[in-house]
Structures are given as structure tokens and as C-alpha cells.
């Protein structure tokens, strides 16, 4: 596949993405393509490396147990549909073990990502109006702490109901987070909630490729790609429980190291409205992977 981004999008997806900074995907497309360059966290004064070659395209053998316990479990849920599966880390995980899996990611440039490493099956979208059919998926994996971006317990409901939307009746998710009560002002963007645990963690991210040579100096306001502020809603277990108020899903396990802050979630749908209950259609303009892609969901 080409090397050149705009080659290997659609015309919608360069539509999609026109106009909106995207330093993380930027930063991803530029690590495949060893040009160098620096993502950054940024909260006012206080900055920390992206470490994009480490989160996003480290080998399966470096990640942690829960990692791999998690991506084994859902391989009994095809089709998975990652949300926000930024450079398709996961996605290529299944394809290794020959796994039904879909992508969907906000950022055209983690799409092109994605792509150019082999996912075939992505696409542009955003997770609060997925771009997938309803009752077409067997598991939703959303994991990068993206559920946060819910940025309320009511915001992160109605993600969880946009799941439910586009999964089976039996179908389970897994989410991420980090918890407050295990978390201090140390951690980069944190600001505290008086309600127990809850708190938010603000920051925007930035990305600066290198100049291309000593002889063609490029001002460093194009080389720069600064990202919208992020807000997210951190949440405990316990809090993420009461998020799934309303919603068919239940919290039915937790995975976390000692000690540590983030966890993960495995949620179950047990569609307590019902069968009968009629979901409500796909609310995007009817894209979606499931269904408008000449390739059909099911190989
Ligand atoms: C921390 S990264 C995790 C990527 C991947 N899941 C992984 O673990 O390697 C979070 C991803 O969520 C995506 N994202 C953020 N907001 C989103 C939204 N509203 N809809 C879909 N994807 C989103 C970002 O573009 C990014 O690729």
C-alpha cells in the first residue's frame, strides 16, 4: 500500500478529518513511517512523552497479562468491534489467530495506520454514533481509556447504550479506566471531584516532526500539531457500576494488577428490557462497516 495517507483514504474520510488537528494519529502514521518526531501530554506546565513506539506497536510478548487474558476471552464474541482501535494493535492480534474483527477510530491518521499495516476492515467513526449496524457485533473492546471521553457518568451511560446498540443480545464489552481513589495530583492532568470515586484528568496532546533537513528549514508552527483539550471522566469500578444504570449491561468482572489504577472492565449484556424491546436505528448518516462495505461482515 502506498506510503502516501491521502492515497489509502476515502474520499469520505479525508471529508471527516479536513480541518481537525490530529497530532496522535500523526504521531502513529510518522512512527510507521520512521519519520521522527515527538508526541507530547501537555497540561499547562507539566508535559509527558507520548511514547508512541511503546503503546502503540509493541510486541504482543511486552504486554501485560490482562492484555492477552482479555483479547483470548473475546474471541469466543465474533465479530469484535474495536472502538477506537487507534493503529489496529489489537486488530492485528485477532488476524494473527484468525479472529473476526472490526476497527473504528476517530482519527483519520490512526485509520491510514491501521491499514497500511494490514487491518483491513476499519474505518473512520466516532464512538458515540458508530458507524456499525445494530445487533451486528459480539463484543465491543474499547480500551485506551477512551470511555472517559464520556467526560460524565451520564455521558459514559450513553456511550455504553451506543454499544448495546450495535451488539447481539448476548454480547459483552470491555472498557478501561484509571481510579481515582488509587490516583493523587502526581498523575499529568489530574483534577480531583469532591464525589468518592470520581475525579477528571484534563490535557491536550501535541505533535512536532523533526525538520526535514538543515537546508530547507521548516518553521516549527508547521511542523507542530496541537490537539484539542481532552477532558475525561476517571471513575472507579464501583462508579463505572453505577454508569451501567439504565443500560442492559452489567460489570461481571474486574482485571487489575496490584497496586495499579487502571483496571478493566468485562461488562455483559443481559438485555434486561427485554428481547422484544426494539433498538433504536444506527443515529449516523447509515455508513457503517457492517453493512455498507462490499466486503460482508461475516469472511
Ligand atoms: C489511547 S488510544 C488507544 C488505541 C488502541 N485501542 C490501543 O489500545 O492501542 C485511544 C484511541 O481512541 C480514539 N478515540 C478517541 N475519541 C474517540 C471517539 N470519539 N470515537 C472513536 N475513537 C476515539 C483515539 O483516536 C485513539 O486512537
Redesign the pocket.
Known amino acids: 500500500m502506498s506510503r502516501d495517507d491521502s492515497s489509502s483514504r476515502s474520499a469520505h474520510e479525508r471529508e471527516q478529518g479536513r480541518g481537525v488537528p490530529d497530532p ?2 500523526r504521531a ?1 502514521l510518522a512512527h510507521l513511517h520512521d519519520d521522527p518526531g515527538r508526541l507530547t501530554y501537555r497540561d499547562g506546565g507539566d508535559v509527558q512523552d507520548g511514547s508512541v513506539a511503546s ?2 506497536f509493541s510486541d504482543s510478548s511486552s504486554w501485560a497479562t490482562e492484555t492477552v487474558e482479555i483479547l483470548e476471552r473475546l474471541t469466543d464474541h465474533e465479530p469484535i468491534l ?6 489496529g ?2 486488530l492485528l492480534w485477532w488476524a494473527d489467530r484468525d479472529v473476526e474483527a472490526i476497527g ?4 483519520p491518521n ?1 485509520i491510514s495506520t491501521a491499514r497500511e499495516r494490514g487491518c483491513e476492515r476499519v474505518c473512520v ?4 454514533t458508530l458507524p456499525v449496524a445494530t445487533d451486528s457485533v459480539g463484543a465491543v473492546h ?5 470511555l472517559g ?1 464520556g467526560r460524565s457518568l451520564a455521558g459514559v451511560r450513553a456511550i455504553l447504550e451506543e454499544f448495546d446498540r450495535v451488539s447481539h443480545e448476548s454480547g459483552i464489552a470491555v472498557v478501561d479506566n484509571y481510579d481515582p481513589t488509587r490516583l493523587d495530583e502526581s498523575f499529568l492532568g489530574y483534577r480531583s471531584d469532591p464525589r468518592e470515586g470520581i475525579a477528571h484528568r484534563c490535557f491536550h496532546l501535541e505533535f512536532e516532526r523533526e525538520s526535514e533537513s538543515d537546508d530547507e528549514p521548516v518553521a516549527r508552527h508547521e511542523r507542530r500539531e496541537i490537539g484539542r483539550t481532552l477532558q475525561f471522566l476517571l471513575c472507579s469500578p464501583e462508579r463505572l457500576r453505577e454508569a451501567t444504570g439504565g443500560t442492559p449491561w452489567v460489570v461481571t468482572d474486574v482485571l487489575r494488577s496490584p497496586e495499579s489504577a487502571h483496571y478493566r472492565a468485562v461488562l455483559k449484556n443481559v438485555n434486561r428490557r427485554g428481547a422484544e424491546t426494539k433498538k433504536r436505528p444506527a443515529n449516523n448518516d447509515g455508513r457503517t462497516v457492517a453493512n455498507s462495505d462490499s466486503r460482508s461482515l461475516r469472511r
Open positions: 496522535l494519529g502513529m503503546f502503540y474495536d472502538v477506537g482501535c487507534g493503529a494493535t489489537h473504528v477510530d476517530v482519527s490512526a467513526g466516532d464512538m458515540h474499547a480500551v485506551g481509556t477512551q471521553l
